[in-house]
């Protein structure tokens, strides 16, 4: 008798498991291209950038920030993935990026949860 109770208790068990695995979840929304995104981001981010630089300079150095921002495009961390070699720009860059959260969503709504985004010092 106890081994009929215990294969009932394991039987219910694992058809629970079964059910909760066939379980349907909804589906994920998923990102669509969207080609104006990456111009609204960088329009929106460089309106706030604040670096005043030489004229005369002929520099062209860059600087990679690896961004990271929640579903409501609130930016959670800003990253130096290569430096312009200028730590003032750099963080004239990081800055900007900051203070531009939240940042634009794409037209279905979502956003990139990470992205990688280049900075040049005369643009």
Do not use: W
């Amino acid at each position: 008798m106890a081994h009929v109770i215990r294969l009932a208790i394991a039987t219910g068990a694992l058809l629970a498991l079964l059910a909760a695995c066939n379980k349907a979840e909804p589906p994920a929304k998923i990102s669509t291209p969207d080609p104006a995104y990456a111009p609204a981001l960088m329009a929106k981010i460089k309106s706030n950038l604040n670096y005043a630089y030489q004229l005369e300079t002929t520099e062209k150095s860059a600087v990679e920030m690896k961004i990271s921002q929640r579903e409501t495009g609130e930016v959670l961390a800003v990253t130096v993935l290569k430096s312009s070699g200028n730590p003032a720009y750099d963080l004239a860059v990081e800055r900007a990026i900051l203070k531009s959260s939240p940042l634009p969503r794409k037209k279905d709504g979502t956003v990139e949860a990470e992205f990688v985004a280049k900075f040049t010092v005369k643009e």
